[in-house]
């Protein structure tokens, strides 16, 4: 079978180097190539709803560190 070399959003982590609150724009931006000013262009835009989203990602995306086991 084929993998799919796309979009994969269990691969998305939090930044911790390219981060201004949660480095959730940070892990967006490395696994999409997009920058992660864009990305917070986006959330900003989308006003309460990309707030709501942003919070919703800090809480449970991973930090790029931690290790499932």
């Known amino acids: ?3 799919n070399p796309g979009f994969d959003f269990n691969r998305i982590r ?10 959730v ?3 967006l931006a490395k696994e999409t190539n997009l ?11 989308l006003m309460g709803g990309g707030v709501f989203a942003y919070v919703i990602m800090w ?11």
Do not use: K
């Open 14 to 23: 939090r930044s911790r180097t390219d981060r201004f609150l949660g480095g």
């Open 59 to 69: 809480f449970f995306v991973p930090d790029e560190f931690d290790q499932l086991s």
């Open 25 to 27: 724009c940070g892990g």
């Open 1 to 3: 079978m084929q993998q």
């Open 35 to 45: 920058p992660s000013w864009l990305w917070r262009v986006i959330f900003a835009l």
